[in-house]
């Protein structure tokens, strides 16, 4: 499995059994929805681009951090922070594998200001009688793959995500409930911190 892919994904399987939303969200919704997002926690279902599937539990602090711990066999860890995301396979002493953030349709919802209205950013905003979903990407660097997110309403939810990558990959991320609020440490997210940790 391509590495980088299966650390994208992080943020969408749950059976949608919220009821029927009454109409389209509007993309000024859904940005105030994710701008509220200060911190959030959930336990997360993957399919991965090569069809296997993996769970773990996420943890958001935003802007611009977040936290994917998978469960076993996995055992991965993979840390958006400082701008940067790093992937740590429990398999290798040699160090994360890191990526530019800004470089990963990750970085649109982890953005400090999410705006869905900014031109060429969503590419598609669809509603099929249940879930929203809007398709955004980088209008500057559409290149960097895409980010297609779902909603539920009556509340608003962010239900699953599928990042589509630079190479073409497409991972699907389906959130369990969303625990949102609560204070997170700093060094939950820290890339530094955890690469100390694993040198004892």
Request: proline content about 6%; overall charge neutral.
């Given at each position: 499995?391509?590495?980088?892919?299966?650390?994208?994904?992080?943020?969408?399987?749950?059976?949608?059994?919220?009821?029927?939303?009454?109409?389209?969200?509007?993309?000024?919704?859904l940005s105030?929805?994710?701008?509220?997002?200060?911190?959030?926690?959930?336990?997360?279902?993957?399919?991965?681009?090569?069809?296997?599937?993996?769970?773990?539990?996420?943890?958001?602090?935003?802007?611009?951090?977040?936290?994917?711990?998978?469960?076993?066999?996995?055992?991965?860890?993979?840390?958006?922070?400082?701008?940067q995301?790093?992937?740590?396979?429990?398999?290798?002493?040699?160090?994360?594998?890191?990526?530019?953030?800004?470089?990963?349709?990750?970085?649109?919802?982890?953005?400090?200001?999410?705006?869905?209205?900014?031109?060429?950013?969503?590419?598609?905003?669809?509603?099929?009688?249940?879930?929203?979903?809007?398709?955004?990407?980088?209008?500057?660097?559409?290149?960097?793959?895409?980010?297609?997110?779902?909603?539920?309403?009556?509340?608003?939810e962010?239900?699953?995500?599928?990042?589509?990558?630079?190479?073409?990959?497409?991972?699907?991320?389906?959130?369990?409930?969303?625990?949102?609020?609560?204070?997170?440490?700093?060094?939950?997210?820290?890339?530094?911190?955890?690469?100390?940790?694993?040198?004892?």
């Open positions: 499995m391509n590495r980088r892919t299966f650390a994208l994904a992080p943020l969408a399987l749950l059976a949608l059994s919220a009821p029927a939303m009454a109409e389209k969200l509007s993309l000024n919704t105030s929805y994710l701008n509220s997002l200060t911190t959030a926690q959930a336990e997360f279902t993957q399919i991965n681009a090569d069809g296997t599937i993996s769970t773990g539990n996420i943890y958001i602090k935003r802007p611009l951090r977040a936290r994917f711990e998978y469960n076993p066999p996995e055992n991965t860890l993979v840390l958006a922070a400082t701008g995301l790093a992937i740590f396979d429990s398999k290798s002493n040699t160090g994360p594998e890191q990526y530019p953030l800004a470089r990963t349709p990750l970085n649109l919802i982890l953005a400090q200001n999410v705006d869905l209205g900014r031109a060429g950013m969503v590419v598609g905003h669809d509603y099929d009688g249940t879930a929203t979903t809007v398709t955004a990407q980088d209008p500057e660097h559409p290149e960097y793959g895409n980010i297609q997110l779902m909603f539920t309403s009556n509340p608003t962010l239900r699953q995500w599928i990042i589509t990558d630079d190479t073409g990959q497409q991972t699907t991320t389906v959130l369990g409930e969303l625990k949102k609020g609560g204070q997170m440490s700093d060094r939950l997210f820290s890339i530094v911190q955890e690469v100390d940790k694993r040198k004892r």
